[in-house]
């Protein structure tokens, strides 16, 4: 318990997350080695629950990063992309300083955002949800969540749009102030995921609403999603 508190006076890290994802971590994006695949084969096309894959290359916007296209693969020929890695004390120290900076800068107050849960699994919920915690401390950088769209700069938004969300979800749009950004997170808000053409759904938030920013995964990381923040305040 001492440990804990010593470690939360000096870094304000209490737990301790995956140093990187990607190879190691088996989060990255598959990376199809067309040389190596075999001629005619179409086993990662069929394999993929979403519908990613076309011919050789990979949607990162449909790819839920579940590697069943590797699994499907008789040649070996699916690695995967390297994602830069991202440790807390990083995405504190370098990605939240440049997001203060920008925000001060633009917005000259805080940045108020409107999440909205379309018809997600929770999943990525929970990643936004971590971003509010001793790890991420997102208000630190200035940004705070609000409860009406009214005072909403951002909507960021999770899950494919269910059909009984989609005139709350227009509403929700019309009623934020102008101009408006719209960040869709995960694979299912880029572009449906596993469920866009299901009979309840919607589709992805681009159907519904104009995205400026697409946060692929299933679920990203907080990381991830912070960095999103940050390219969609640069559009302002």
């Avoid at 995956?18 to 040389?35: A, K």
């Amino acid at each position: 318990m001492f440990k804990i508190f010593k470690g939360l006076a000096k870094t304000r890290i209490v737990t301790e997350g995956p140093l990187n994802w990607g190879e190691t971590g088996g989060r990255g994006l598959p990376l199809i080695d067309g040389s190596a695949c075999p001629k005619g084969c179409a086993n990662c096309q069929e394999a993929c629950p979403t519908g990613a894959i076309t011919g050789k290359t990979v949607n990162p916007r449909l790819c839920i990063y579940c590697h069943t296209c590797r699994q499907a693969c008789p040649a070996n020929a699916i690695g995967e992309t390297e994602i830069p890695i991202i440790k807390e004390t990083a995405v504190t120290g370098e990605i939240g300083s440049v997001l203060r900076e920008r925000i001060k800068k633009i917005c000259r107050r805080s940045l108020h955002i409107r999440y909205v849960d379309a018809g997600a699994c929770n999943g990525c919920d929970f990643e936004i949800n971590s971003l509010t915690n001793p790890v991420y401390d997102i208000q630190q950088y200035g940004v705070d969540f609000v409860a009406s769209p009214r005072h909403a700069d951002m909507l960021l938004i999770t899950g494919v749009v269910t059909r009984n969300m989609e005139i709350a979800l227009q509403k929700t749009y019309e009623a934020c102030p102008g101009p408006t950004l719209v960040v869709a997170v995960g694979a299912c808000a880029c572009g449906g995921g596993l469920f866009r053409d299901a009979y309840a759904s919607g589709g992805g938030v681009e159907r519904h609403a104009p995205v400026d920013v697409y946060i692929p995964g299933c679920p990203p990381t907080p990381a991830h999603i912070l960095k999103g923040i940050l390219t969609a305040v640069d559009r302002l």
